[in-house]
């Protein structure tokens, strides 16, 4: 598929691949696995009811994080970090998985993490509205700043697919967190709070979270400490004893993206929901290190937005979650 001639943008900081279909052929048998395997290391999160969504008065107009309601989860497990390069790599040795980026060709690179000696691999194009995001010839996970780069192995994996996602987690025995799921576990037994650990951006001047600090796009001070991605467990877990469920990488979720369907008093918006039946483009949550106040904001716990199924870029990763 051209994803350049196809792409429509979405309205952050994360470039959109064109609509694909909802599934493709996994390309391997998933391992019969142990559940008690399954679960080893894995944080539970309490069945129970939640109080999800926001009403913050800074929400991105048209994303539809309110109202604020009640929903009913039952008990999971989630895993403590979004996945790392190296469980990533484990995964592709076992199955042979090609991601959607290597299959194609290129990924997103934002502009200030792009290798010097891979200016000659950028696409000769340019995305509307985001120049800062370069199409770059031999980007994917293995090579995050191009086809010269390298990355650590205990930093969130990036240049995956909603579909790679899927992917790994099947083959892990998991799943991808249902929205409701990901903000329930994000919130960390708090009731309300603006950020997984409490109201304040920046709790007695001290960094959560990998977000920018600057002016965007342009100048990152990186008073967190990091320009791109950091290791996982950087900063303090929530309350459940997850990471990072603030900036670093957005998280791709199972639910197909709406704006009312999780608004509506209807049958399965509160017990449980896995999000509408239809639609192209699937959620991300959580924010990432380009996620700034002056231009996207949703790094805060309520806020939501959603990219095209194929779309890899080097700010998007995955956790998994497993059910009761």
Excluded at 166 to 192: D, I
């Amino acid at each position: 598929m051209d994803r350049l001639a196809g792409r429509a943008l979405k309205p952050c900081c994360t470039p959109a691949g064109a609509a694909s279909p909802d599934v493709v052929p996994l390309g391997f048998t998933p391992p019969e696995r142990d559940r008690a395997s399954v679960l080893k290391g894995m944080v539970a999160v309490p069945g129970g009811t939640y109080l999800l969504g926001g009403e913050d008065p800074d929400a991105n107009a048209g994303d539809g994080e309110g109202p604020v309601r009640e929903v009913v989860l039952g008990p999971f497990s989630v895993d403590p970090v979004a996945v790392t390069v190296a469980k990533f790599a484990t995964f592709v040795k076992a199955t042979g998985h090609v991601t959607t980026a290597e299959r194609e060709g290129w990924s997103y690179v934002f502009h200030l993490l792009l290798d010097p000696a891979d200016r000659a691999a950028v696409v000769d194009a340019h995305v509307p509205g985001t120049p800062w995001w370069l199409p770059v010839r031999g980007a994917d996970w293995r090579h995050p700043g191009g086809p010269h780069s390298g990355v650590a192995q205990n930093h969130p994996v990036t240049h995956v697919s909603w579909y790679d996602a899927c992917a790994y987690a099947a083959w892990a025995g998991k799943s991808l967190p249902t929205e409701a799921q990901w903000e329930a576990a994000a919130r960390g037994g708090l009731v309300g709070t603006r950020y997984p650990w409490g109201g304040e951006l920046t709790p007695k001047g001290r960094h959560r979270a990998n977000i920018w600090q600057g002016r965007f796009p342009r100048v990152n001070s990186a008073d967190d400490g990091f320009v791109g991605t950091a290791p996982v467990k950087t900063y303090p877990p929530n309350g459940y004893g997850l990471y990072q469920m603030a900036g670093n990488v957005w998280e791709w979720c199972a639910d197909r993206w709406s704006t009312d369907w999780h608004a509506v008093a209807a049958p399965g918006t509160r017990e449980d929901p896995r999000g509408p039946s239809t639609g192209d483009a699937r959620v991300v949550r959580g924010g990432s290190y380009l996620c700034h106040d002056s231009y996207c904001n949703r790094y805060r716990v309520a806020a939501r937005t959603r990219n095209t199924p194929d779309s890899s870029s080097g700010n998007t990763g995955f956790r998994c979650v497993v059910g009761a």
